[in-house]
């Protein structure tokens, strides 16, 4: 459990687009896509959950009605503030614009509300101080790199640098414990224009300038994570955690003419018939399935599959996909070829 003598606050930023993964972002915030059987922004909340952080900031914009309805009817009894951020300027920017609820906190735990982290909890909350969660990556320019000191505390921490002098990415959770230097510094940053870089202000930016004004920040190294900002992360992850959740031991609604191949997650109300489902399969709540084969796919709620093959796909809510259904009569020595 958190610490009870100690106010933490989880803040979760949610208010990006999701370009990358248009078209399924257009109608739907990425965080409420499913992922091994749960949307994305539910695996964030109940890993705070289960280790006793019960107040929560949701930073929201894009479609962010949408994700406050999910979590108020998902999570009833939440403590959950939400704040709008009406310009997306970065995530330095979102953390700025929640920063008079969050501080009168002890700590906040910042956790990207795109990103699933294979994490421990409870260690990463008994760091003492501020700390990030970071991983060694391949492609260092792509993220918030960080330089460790001798003394293992950081040095050094840039955003998407040119030229890379470390591997070590932050992969999207802060625990930060000065939160009147946090303020201040973001004031700071924000209140500058000639602070901000490439049209908006980063968190990393004000985590280095923290540190030049004195701040220890350690490192948690995370051993996995995903960012399911893109198509084939997504489908990845969701294979990844379905794999992890040993699925097969789930007792799943017996359906019509159907065969289960594990790992599959099955949202309730849904109607299937004269199928095959798996492996790799999220399915959202009250979906059809009629004479169709699926794997390695997400399906939203209250879609509708009929006479379809789909591999490595994602299907919206709501989205209706049919096939051809044909019926033939052949005799011998007939070849027939259908258009690929």
């Known amino acids: 459990m958190a610490q009870r003598d100690k106010k933490i606050i989880a803040v979760i930023p949610v208010a990006g687009g999701g370009t990358k993964l248009r078209p399924h972002t257009f109608t739907q915030p990425k965080p409420l896509i499913p992922v091994a059987g749960k949307p994305i922004i539910s695996h964030i909340i109940d890993q705070f959950l289960r280790v006793g952080i019960d107040a929560f900031v949701i930073i929201i914009g894009y479609l962010g009605d949408k994700i406050r309805r999910y979590v108020s009817e998902t999570y009833p009894d939440l403590n959950v503030e939400f704040v709008f951020q009406e310009e997306r300027l970065g995530l330095g920017h979102a953390i700025w614009t929640a920063s008079d609820v969050f501080k009168q906190a002890d700590e906040i735990v910042i956790a990207l509300g795109d990103t699933i982290l294979a994490l421990d909890a409870k260690a990463f909350l008994k760091v003492k101080g501020s700390c990030v969660g970071v991983s060694v990556v391949k ?25 890379p002098t470390s591997n070590l990415a932050i992969v999207g959770i802060y ?13 700071r940053i924000i ?19 923290m540190i030049v004004d004195g701040e220890k920040i350690a490192v948690f190294h995370v051993n996995k994570w995903f960012d399911c900002g893109k198509r084939e992360v997504l489908l990845e992850t969701n294979a990844t955690l379905l794999n992890l959740m040993d699925t097969a031991s789930v007792d799943l609604e017996s359906f019509e003419q159907t065969i289960i191949i594990h790992p599959v997650a099955i ?16 399915i959202g709540r009250n979906a059809t399935v009629l004479s169709s084969v699926v794997d390695n796919s997400i399906i939203g709620s209250f879609s509708e599959l009929k006479d379809i093959v789909l591999r490595k796909s994602i299907v919206g809510n709501d ?22």
């Open 139 to 163: 492609t260092p320019s792509e993220f918030g790199i960080v330089e460790l000191g001798k003394d293992g505390f950081i040095i050094k921490a840039v955003e998407k640098p040119n030229i």
């Open 175 to 187: 625990k930060l414990s000065n939160i009147s230097l946090l303020i201040s510094t973001l004031n």
């Open 191 to 209: 209140s500058s224009p000639y602070e901000v870089g490439a049209g908006e202000f980063q968190l990393t930016d004000a985590l280095m300038s």
């Open 267 to 282: 949202g309730e109300n849904c109607n299937i018939k004269n199928s095959i489902i798996g492996p790799n399969v999220t």
């Open 319 to 340: 989205a209706s996909v049919k096939g051809h259904h044909v019926s033939l009569n052949i005799g011998e020595n007939t070849e027939i070829e259908f258009g690929k």
